[in-house]
T-cell receptor, first 112, second 110 residues
Framework: DTAVSQTPKYLVTQMGNDKSIKCEQN?????MYWYKQDSKKFLKIMFS???????INETVPNRFSPKSPDKAHLNLHINSLELGDSAVYFC???????????FGQGTRLTVV | GQNIDQPTEMTATEGAIVQINCTYQ??????LFWYQQHAGEAPTFLSYNVLDGLEEKGRFSSFLSRSKGYSYLLLKELQMKDSASYLCAVLTSGTYKYIFGTGTRLKVLA
């Protein structure tokens, strides 16, 4: 059983398109995150949701819109994709106040 | 501001011991975590410190000094498969977010 699953694993799309990445966790965690890992391998937090409520939004362009329909899901929608959006996007989950974060397999987004 | 620093790269020999340092300055502290990330894969949890001292877990140990804002990850009896990036992360209090360091790329040579 996959603990944190995100789809798709690879996404190649043209500039200007809109795309979504889905994430689901079956660990019963109350907090979910989206991270962006750039070519220098730096993991930068984008968003954090606790019990479906947005608690962190780290200066991310408003072309990025997270949606959490329930505690187990956190999807990421990106409008008007730009070349600089090319990166690996990781979803993760944890218990808010303690505990390790579990990561999804990552989505490698390439904007051409 | 919030800052977590690690060396960018380290090289060590198979069978040796290597220590990867991490210093941090964050607004609030709720624990320090070490993750391993192989190329093209997701980070996986290695160890966790919330109190000062050493936590040992097989070939891996992690140390924390909260007063100094300092941690290290110690890897013993290095194996080729330990070649990976090692990420230091702090779980802050308040908003409870994980902030990651830039990661240390470790190369283990035969």
């Amino acid at each position: 059983d996959t603990a944190v699953s995100q789809t798709p694993k690879y996404l190649v799309t043209q500039m200007g398109n809109d795309k979504s990445i889905k994430c689901e966790q079956n660990l019963g965690h109350d907090t979910m995150y989206w991270y962006k890992q750039d070519s220098k391998k730096f993991l930068k937090i984008m968003f954090s949701y606790n019990n479906k409520e947005l608690i962190i939004n780290e200066t991310v362009p408003n072309r990025f819109s997270p949606k959490s329909p329930d505690k187990a899901h956190l999807n990421l929608h990106i409008n008007s994709l730009e070349l600089g959006d090319s990166a690996v996007y990781f979803c993760a989950s944890s218990h808010m106040e303690s505990g390790q974060a579990f990561f999804g397999q990552g989505t490698r987004l390439t904007v051409v | 501001g919030q800052n977590i620093d690690q060396p960018t790269e380290m090289t060590a020999t198979e069978g040796a011991i290597v220590q990867i340092n991490c210093t941090y300055q964050t607004s609030g502290f709720n624990g320090l975590f070490w993750y391993q990330q192989h190329a093209g894969e997701a980070p996986t949890f290695l160890s966790y410190n919330v109190l000062d001292g050493l936590e040992e877990k097989g070939r891996f140990s992690s140390f924390l000094s909260r007063s100094k804002g300092y941690s290290y990850l110690l890897l013993k009896e290095l194996q080729m498969k330990d070649s990976a990036s090692y990420l230091c992360a702090v779980l802050t209090s308040g908003t409870y977010k994980y902030i990651f360091g830039t990661g240390t790329r470790l190369k283990v040579l035969a």
